[in-house]
């Protein structure tokens, strides 16, 4: 249950993010000043920590979407759904240990990105 549910709320976060992405992107060819303002508020930490978030969600939504792929096509995965689901937990694990620490010390250096 914990998987469908996480998956459903990763989807919908994902498309919310689209959603503002394009139309904070679709600024520039209204007012490229109004897109520089806007590209500006985001950066700070809770952006930083808003990024982190949204990477998140794309690896969990990703991995689980492969396993749900398995889950549909080989009998071997529906017998496996648990073991299977541990394993994209494992996964998103190591992806945000691997992206976490790295982007929130270039977003909080000084001088950072943020």
């Known amino acids: 249950m914990w998987s469908w549910v996480l998956h459903r709320i990763t989807g919908i976060a994902i498309f919310f993010f689209l959603l503002v992405h394009v139309l904070d992107?679709?600024?520039?060819?209204?007012?490229?000043?109004?897109?520089?303002?806007v590209i500006g508020t985001y950066k700070n930490w809770v952006m930083a920590l808003g990024e982190v978030a949204l990477v998140g969600a794309i690896a969990y939504h990703a991995y689980n979407g492969l396993r749900i792929i398995a889950v549909d096509l080989?009998?071997?995965?529906?017998?496996?759904?648990?073991?299977?689901?541990w394993g994209v937990l494992g996964l998103w694990v190591v992806t945000m240990l691997g992206f976490?620490?790295?982007?929130?010390?270039?977003?909080?250096?000084?001088?950072?990105?943020?």
């Open 25 to 37: 992107t679709a600024l520039i060819r209204v007012s490229p000043e109004a897109y520089d303002a």
């Open 74 to 85: 080989w009998s071997w995965a529906t017998r496996h759904q648990r073991q299977l689901w």
């Open 100 to 114: 976490a620490p790295r982007h929130l010390m270039l977003a909080f250096a000084p001088g950072g990105g943020h």
